[in-house]
């Protein structure tokens, strides 16, 4: 410890820069102030050996001065090896002058650099660290050390790495998602200048190779076409968009209809070529919808849109046409004639609320309930959210629908709870368009003390698209949230745009894993890997998790052992009614079955 009689001071008011330290922190303020000195450094002696951080201290000449146990077990080095040593034995190499360059200038500019830099350990491995430096002056203002602390984040990158990459391609053909190539897209946009063709291409009567010749032959007629269509789209990106339907975004110069058409051409002979798999050739047609992106300030929502209705369009021509995007495709005889209906829907009382449970994996018991829009409509029958809240985002709708649906919501559970029958929370979808919403935080907030609902008992589910908004009011308006107390839920998990490294910054309580990966579970490896990576990943960040779309005890059973904490689905019960849910809450103190 004697080499650690640097100003203790200095040194005390550096270490609230490493989070595990900030409980030991408090401690040893208050101690060095009350106790003697002496208690004060064998405290700090503790920390500095037991802390799970790696500690580096050398004086002002970068000469090592002191290690912990922590550096020990992170870089291989024992503390006699590298006493009188300079930290370069741990460079790994990968990082150029510049970069060291940058880290001097912040150190002695500022008196301190963050971040994140590649090390070798001593058996040559190397590793990557989240590092904070920090120049420690003595009462004069002279420097005296650096005081580095570190921890090991290589694991976590690696469960980063994989989780992205099994969230990002298609398992079956190797090929990026959606969301993977309108990300790209959207990065490409605005630089290059360009316009892109995108073409959404179905293969008509797919399902009838699978039922016909089994799901292998209908797996590698998949891949057989994913590879074709890569081939005769080099200069585009291609992707699979759903079971047989992939999409493909090509660039174009101007958004000439002849040079669209061309491409269009030679994507049809491309694929007009029959295909052989295992000693049967086989043809197909496909129908293709087509938009053209040439507005950067267009969403890859409402892009996707667009080749989605030039789709439908097309299919609904018959069997091998192609339909460009026009306004009109947004018209009667589409989802949109809908519109009319749901803005009366409201005050004809044709909306109402559903109630799905969540369960607490360890207990079997009901965690929350998640409340799922319906629109009950007089001749159509009920109507999916799916089908009619893209609709209402569209046409500024969600606002006033949202609100509605966050007092209905709390209305009901404050009923539940004044009859003694609700559970610990209530959780609530958000459209992203509601969230954008000036008033949103406000109106939230406003509800929970109209309805006398503590914001403990609310939580707000947000898709990914929420989360990566690059509006600087997003964070102000998460951090609002979260510290009025309020639970915030990333919905879908693994269908969007989002990466981890990025959320861990944001006060997210909790991430609910889309039922795609569930669905598969337990049998389907690739399944496997994403619910644990995902699962090592949020243990380690604090976040809880939800896994969706649980519908058999099998895959219960799974997520329980693997450690999951919230569990929802049919398995446990399907939306219903608040009359129904009424009933489900009485009668239960036992999972709701
Ligand atoms: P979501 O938030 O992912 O909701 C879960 C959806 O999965 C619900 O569909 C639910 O009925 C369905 N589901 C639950 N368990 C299972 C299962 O075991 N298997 C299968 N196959 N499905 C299961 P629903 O009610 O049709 O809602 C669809 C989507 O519409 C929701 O997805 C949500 O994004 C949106 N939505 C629903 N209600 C609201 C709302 O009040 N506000 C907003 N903004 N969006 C809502
Ligand atoms: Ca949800
Ligand atoms: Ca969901």
Redesign the pocket.
Known sequence: MSSLSISIASLLTFLPLSLALGFFLGQLFKSYRNRSKRMTLRLMSEVFDHTHDGVTITDATGTIVSVNRTFTQVTGYSEKEVLGENPRILNSGYHDQDFYKEYWQALINKGIWQGEIWNRRKDGEVYLEWLTCKAVKDNKGKLTHFVAIFSDITEHRRQEARLAQATENDRLTGLPNTANLLRKLTKNLPSLQRQWCVLLVDINNFKLVNSSYGFSVGDQLLNNIAKRLQKCCSQGLVARHSADVFILAVPVINSSEAEQLAEISSLRKCLSKPFSILGRLMEFNISIGVTIWDDASLTTSSVLQEAELALHAAKSKGAGQTRFFTEDLRSEKNPLAYLQGLREALSKNELS??Y?PLITAATGKTHAL?????WIHPTLGTI???DF?PLAERHGL?EP??HW?LQQALKQFAKWQQEGIAPPRIA????PV?FQSEHFVGNVLKALANYQVDPSCLEL?L?EGVFVEQDPTTLEKLNELSKSGISLAI??FGTGYSSLAYLKHLPVNQL?I??AFVKGLPENEADRAIIESTLALCRGLKMSVVA????SIEQANYLRQEGCDYL????YG??ADKEQTSLRLKKQKQPLV
């Open positions: 609320l559903f799905q998640e409340v799922l829009l319906r999916p959210p799916d809240i969600m629908l949202g649906i609530v979808n958000v459209s509601e589910e898709t919905d879908d609910k889309d039922r969706e779309g649980v519908e929802q689905g049919y398995f399907r939306p």
